[in-house]
């Protein structure tokens, strides 16, 4: 592939190479000295048209513990507030020849557009409500980590499926990796035809709890909604809030994850966002060593 787009793109074996080549670069991280030349000379730009701490950050680290040299961009501080459309934005950005594009755009389809105009790799870091690639890899490897694979386990998904790119790449990248998948909200964020994608549906957290190996939960993406959303926030968090006494309902070894930035007590209660189920900074821990490996594998450093 030249570029990383989404993880519909990708076979099982794909998604394997990736998350086994982040685990040698989870290593790397790790260390005290972190720094490898591996992408020396090479230069990645992240452009981030779009708010981002996780994604962007970890980008940054990632080309950075590998040598390259990365240039952050974000869309408030661009030309595009003077006018500049993303096309001739993109075409100015390969006339400096870069190696690597990274792009997040409120805008689904935009790092398609990028891929199709320009010669660099083009990497998704989230478009619009459509796919976040490198957010489902992160959690497919924080998974994988924890319980030894991704074959056969009960994958619980919950809260605002149809504003989530995040619930899309991971029902796309775990159904490929034959995992047993669940999602769970109310009616108003959850797509008509959702089961086409090899998935249950609930509309009842307890009983979509049920027997679940892994819990993930999702924030309402209110700068998504159209409306007014329904059911409100507080309607929300009553009857879709993963607490204490709901979590009983999944196995005991359950992981609870959530790919942030969390709403406390809206779609998670503090206590088990911090406790000892959450997998939650591991997910972003695992997300600098996914991120190298992408880099690494697009850019060719692979002979
Ligand atoms: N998970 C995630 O994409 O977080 P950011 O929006 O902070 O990058």
């Not at 790790?30 to 980008?59: C, H, Q, W, Y």
């Not at 924890?146 to 790119?165: E, F, Q, W």
């Not at 997998?279 to 690494?296: D, H, K």
Request: neutral net charge.
């Amino acid at each position: 592939h030249k570029d990383v787009l989404g993880i519909k793109d990708l076979s099982a074996e794909e998604i394997t190479l990736i998350l086994d080549t982040a685990e040698s670069f989870l290593e790397v991280s790790m260390r005290d000295i972190k720094k490898v030349p591996t992408l020396r000379g090479k230069t990645v730009i992240n452009f981030f048209v779009e708010a981002s701490t996780r994604t962007r950050t970890s980008f940054e680290i990632a080309g950075k513990r590998l040598s390259a040299d990365t240039i952050n961009i974000s869309g408030s501080t661009s030309s595009l507030v003077k006018g500049e459309t993303l096309a001739d934005t993109a075409r100015n950005l390969e006339a400096m020849n870069p190696d690597v594009i990274v792009i997040r755009h409120s805008c689904a389809g935009a790092p398609h557009m990028l891929a199709r105009l320009v010669r660099q790799s083009i990497i998704n870091a989230g478009d619009g409500a459509h796919e976040h690639p490198t957010q489902a890899l992160l959690d497919m490897m924080t998974i994988r980590n924890r319980k030894g694979t991704l074959a056969g386990l009960n994958v619980t998904i919950v809260g605002d499926i149809a504003h989530s790119r995040v619930a899309r790449s991971n029902i796309y990248g775990l159904n490929k990796m034959g995992a047993h998948l669940t999602v769970a909200g109310p009616a108003t964020m959850i797509p008509r035809d959702i089961r086409k994608l090899g998935v249950k549906v609930s509309f009842h957290l307890e009983e979509a709890l049920q027997n679940a190996d892994v819990v993930m939960m999702l924030r309402i993406q209110t700068e998504r909604e159209q409306l007014n959303i329904f059911p409100s926030l507080r309607e929300y968090s009553a009857f879709y809030c993963l607490n204490r006494e709901n979590l009983k309902k999944a196995k005991e070894d359950v992981l609870v994850m959530h790919p942030g930035p969390v709403n406390r007590g809206v779609e998670i209660s503090p206590e088990i966002a911090d406790g000892t189920h959450s997998v939650i900074l591991e997910q972003v821990t695992n997300g600098v060593a996914v991120r190298m490996a992408l880099l690494y594998l697009l850019t060719g450093a692979v002979e």
